[in-house]
Nanobody
Framework: QVQLVESGGGLVQAGGSLRLSCAISGGANLRIENVGWYRQAPGNERELVAQLTNTRIATYADFVEGRFTISRDNAKKTVYLQMVNLNPEDTAVYFC???????????????WGQGTQVTVSP
């Protein structure tokens, strides 16, 4: 079974930094295509934070304003979101998403992690 597990969330003061990790596991022939980070704050819809293609082309939401960096380590099958200069508006549950070819047969679908809480105090 394919599984995505986020970690690295927590409580940080405004102006602080966090690095989120998304560990992807599955079968021996698993291939990871595009990946992304989304977030959902209380009362809000889930929104895109960052995307990264399998050729390492990154796209960010406007609110990121250069503060976040999405990256991936294909050997470790891990996706990262480095966040600096956090503000209270960044408080949300952050979800990892990955488009995965589970069996190496070019049939790809989207998978989601359970999310990790990021709380930024004023």
């Amino acid at each position: 079974q394919v599984q995505l597990v986020e970690s690295g969330g927590g409580l940080v003061q405004a102006g602080g930094s966090l690095r989120l990790s998304c560990a992807i596991s599955g079968g021996a022939n698993l291939r990871i295509e595009n990946v992304g980070w989304y977030r959902q704050a209380p009362g809000n819809e889930r929104e895109l934070v960052a995307q990264l293609t399998n050729t390492r082309i990154a796209t960010y939401a406007d609110f990121v304003e250069g503060r976040f960096t999405i990256s991936r380590d294909n050997a470790k099958k891990t996706v990262y979101l480095q966040m600096v200069n956090l503000n209270p508006e960044d408080t949300a549950v952050y979800f990892c998403q990955a488009f995965i070819d589970q069996f190496g047969d070019l049939e790809t679908r989207a998978y989601w992690g359970q999310g990790t809480q990021v709380t930024v105090s004023p």
